[in-house]
T-cell receptor, first 110, second 118 residues
Framework: LAKTTQPISMDSYEGQEVNITCSHNNIATNDYITWYQQFPSQGPRFIIQGYKTKVTNEVASLFIPADRKSSTLSLPRVSLSDTAVYYCLVVGGGGFKTIFGAGTRLFVKA | GAVVSQHPSWVICKSGTSVKIECRSLDFQATTMFWYRQFPKQSLMLMATSNEGSKATYEQGVEKDKFLINHASLTLSTLTVTSAHPEDSSFYIC??????????????FGEGSRLTVL
């Protein structure tokens, strides 16, 4: 399983765009890149997933360069409620066995 | 999206007793479920992979006799912490994969169960 590396923490202000980058140098051909959000004392919640190029949904965008060795989660116009820990995961093509890295603790200030 | 429910959401028990935590997929069938534990301000640590109808696969360092996992149906997996001790106090989280969904890597997580052993 590919190991992931993210910044430990990030600070932002309300209304700003936040970009969190994750490194996954050993990603395999069949692996997907998935991001989760976790609030204290809750289970993680799926945000977005991608394989290559760019993926966008109603809450975030995911940018993946051609070599797929990194990815960037983009949160547009964050609010205080986006304060959480964000995890980047590399998941096998079969979707099995997910290993969580340390995650990025995002703190959004007013 | 799909829903995974855990019960109980929190439990307090005496040292030496056993505690069972249930994980249910409410609107889909899950042949595979995962169990994690999470200590304060730390990441989730995968404990084991629960396979319906067969034995669970435990991660290195996780005692299978201590953490009993049963996945008797396609919608239910249970984790039993046997002879619990204070060091077993943690936040236990399960997740499940909906095999019918197109998104390969998407997992659905339960709300978590906080265990406190006195």
């Amino acid at each position: 399983l590919a190991k992931t590396t993210q910044p430990i923490s990030m600070d932002s202000y309300e209304g700003q765009e936040v970009n969190i980058t994750c490194s996954h140098n050993n990603i395999a051909t069949n692996d997907y890149i998935t991001w989760y959000q976790q609030f204290p004392s809750q289970g993680p919640r799926f945000i977005i997933q991608g394989y290559k190029t760019k993926v966008t949904n109603e809450v975030a965008s995911l940018f993946i360069p051609a070599d797929r060795k990194s990815s960037t989660l983009s949160l547009p116009r964050v609010s205080l409620s986006d304060t959480a820990v964000y995890y980047c995961l590399v998941v096998g093509g079969g979707g099995f066995k997910t290993i969580f890295g340390a995650g990025t603790r995002l703190f959004v200030k007013a | 999206g799909a829903v995974v429910s855990q019960h109980p959401s929190w439990v307090i028990c005496k040292s030496g007793t056993s505690v069972k935590i249930e994980c249910r997929s409410l609107d889909f069938q899950a042949t595979t479920m995962f169990w994690y534990r999470q200590f304060p301000k730390q990441s989730l640590m995968l404990m084991a992979t629960s396979n319906e109808g067969s034995k669970a696969t435990y991660e290195q360092g996780v005692e299978k006799d201590k953490f009993l996992i049963n996945h008797a149906s396609l919608t239910l997996s249970t984790l039993t912490v046997t002879s619990a001790h204070p060091e077993d106090s943690s936040f236990y989280i399960c997740s499940a994969r909906d095999g019918d969904r197109a998104t390969a890597g998407e997992l659905f997580f339960g709300e978590g169960s906080r265990l406190t052993v006195l």
